[in-house]
């Protein structure tokens, strides 16, 4: 197939996430306060239904990161998110979002994870809707890799790929589902609206008797 879009779609994610990193990098540690006890794991910091914008070199809107609410700790440089959104959107009007109930960034901003009902969507006028949901992702940004060792569903107009475990590598383009591998392929035809035979074939009693008339 030449158009693989639940293949292919989740390797723009990197890119997509590069700019999550960017943004807690200035905005949190901007805002450290340095009486913080670092001997604690307690947030320094903690933002709530916080947005951020970044845009291109176009000045249009390519990235757009939500969270319910953040928590900077200071001990590790971690932070903690509830409910992050991220979405991307390219120069065609392509979107990728991002969805999950939590998210975690480490110290040094090279690991990114996100639990709970994760779920990455993809649309747009020149990309096939598609749909990936776990309940884990794994992102290291800095080696444009990502993983999951749960079970995972990719969903795309006509074909539905389930199995456990996933990796992939945007540099390489390649995408590995680890085991239980299933693809199951869902014709147009399938989703139609079935009419009983019996129903088309049902004579119109009313139209008959003001024809005898």
Do not use: C
């Not at 293949?7 to 340095?34: C, G, H, K, Y």
């Not at 319910?68 to 440089?77: A, E, I, P, V, Y």
């Not at 991307?88 to 639990?115: P, Q, Y």
């Amino acid at each position: 197939m030449s158009d693989r879009p639940a293949l292919w779609f989740p390797l723009i994610l990197l890119a997509a996430l590069a700019a999550l990193t960017t943004w807690l990098d200035f905005e949190v540690r901007s805002n450290l306060t340095e009486a913080a006890n670092r001997d604690r794991h307690d947030p320094d910091t903690i933002l709530h239904d916080f947005s951020t914008r970044q845009t291109g070199k176009t000045g249009a809107l390519e990235v757009t990161v939500k969270a319910k609410t953040l928590r900077h700790f200071m001990d590790d440089g971690s932070t903690e998110m509830e409910a992050p959104q991220v979405e991307h959107r390219d120069a065609k009007g392509n979107t990728l979002s991002v969805h999950s109930d939590r998210g975690r960034s480490s110290g040094d901003r090279k690991t990114l994870e996100f639990e709970g009902r994760v779920t990455l969507r993809q649309g747009g006028a020149t990309k096939s809707p598609a749909t990936l949901e776990t309940s884990y992702l794994k992102l290291l940004p800095d080696r444009r890799l990502a993983s999951t060792d749960r079970d995972v569903r990719i969903q795309s107009a006509g074909t539905l790929i389930t199995g456990h475990g996933l990796d992939f590598d945007m540099d390489a383009r390649t995408l590995k589902l680890r085991s239980r591998v299933k693809v199951t392929y869902q014709p147009a035809s399938q989703h139609a609206a079935k009419v009983p035979a019996s129903a088309s074939r049902r004579p119109d009693r009313r139209a008959a008797g003001r024809r005898s008339a």
